[in-house]
């Protein structure tokens, strides 16, 4: 049984002297790193959450952002780092945040696909509070779903429908998301997405099992504060463990 309550992120501040980050390396350090520091702070939640997931979906409850350096010069085809930046991480389970906020606080350095962030300051980041019953939330890295893979007459053609947000599927497939995460919490799965706000650009990053096409973007979703606080802290679609989703603080 999963406790829920305390819904939080932790931002780490980082500097760096490193100047790029190759594209494979943007996302894939991240999952290693909640790993690692689960393994030497909470071996036993770090080994249930890689082997099979919580709940019945089989869900794996924290995500993480990309490294944001706002101060770099932006450089085409590049992914720019250097001087002060931010990476953030968040669970919706307290266990699994706390664990991560007391490994994390401990590192002075982290080695992010190579790149060495010096830690400078471990924040933690409360949610909005959602008291409405309305939020507005966009994301900084792309959003994956896998949709039916099937064809206009049923049958299933590939096991890699990876769709994007303008696709017919995505917002059947976007809400069953949320749903499964808010009963794999034991929460209120009464959440409706009301609208597609903003659409970035389709981007693809390779981690794990291979590449993943999504694109950011900002959604309206109605539901119980509770449950939309939780999805703040865990992100949005699928492979939130591997950095994707990640919602905008």
């Given amino acids: 049984m999963l406790i829920v309550g305390v819904r939080m992120r932790v931002r780490l501040s980082v500097t760096t002297s490193a100047s790029e980050l190759p594209w494979a390396s943007v996302l894939a350090p991240g999952r290693g ?18 082997a099979r997931g919580v709940g019945r979906h089989g869900m794996v409850p924290f995500g993480h952002g ?17 001087g002060a930046g931010a990476v953030e991480f968040g669970s919706p389970v307290p266990e699994v945040a706390q664990a991560l906020g007391e490994g994390l606080a401990a590192r002075e350095l982290l080695d992010w696909g190579g790149a060495a962030f010096r830690l400078t300051k471990v924040q933690v980041v409360p949610p909005p509070s959602c008291s409405s019953g309305r939020v507005r939330l966009r994301t900084t890295t792309p959003v994956v779903m896998k949709g039916s893979g099937r064809d206009a007459d049923g049958r299933r053609t590939t096991r890699q429908a990876w769709l994007l947000p303008s696709e017919p599927e995505w917002a059947e497939y976007f809400h069953g998301n949320l749903v499964r995460k808010a009963e794999t919490l034991g929460l209120d799965p009464e959440v409706e997405l009301e609208s597609v706000t903003w659409i970035g ?7 794990g099992d291979g590449s993943k096409p999504g694109a950011p973007v900002e959604v309206e979703l109605t539901g119980p504060p509770e449950t939309l606080q939780a999805l703040w802290s865990w992100g949005l679609g699928q492979a939130n463990a591997a950095g994707f989703g990640w919602i905008q603080s």
Avoid: N, Q, W
């Avoid at 990309?66 to 085809?77: E, N, S, T």
């Fill in 66 to 82: 990309a490294p944001l350096f706002p101060k770099v010069r932006r450089v085409r085809g590049r992914y720019a780092i250097g």
């Fill in 201 to 207: 650009a389709k981007r693809s990053f390779r981690v």
């Fill in 33 to 50: 790193l909640v790993y690692d520091v689960l393994g030497r702070v909470a071996p036993a939640l770090g080994e249930t959450l890689h």
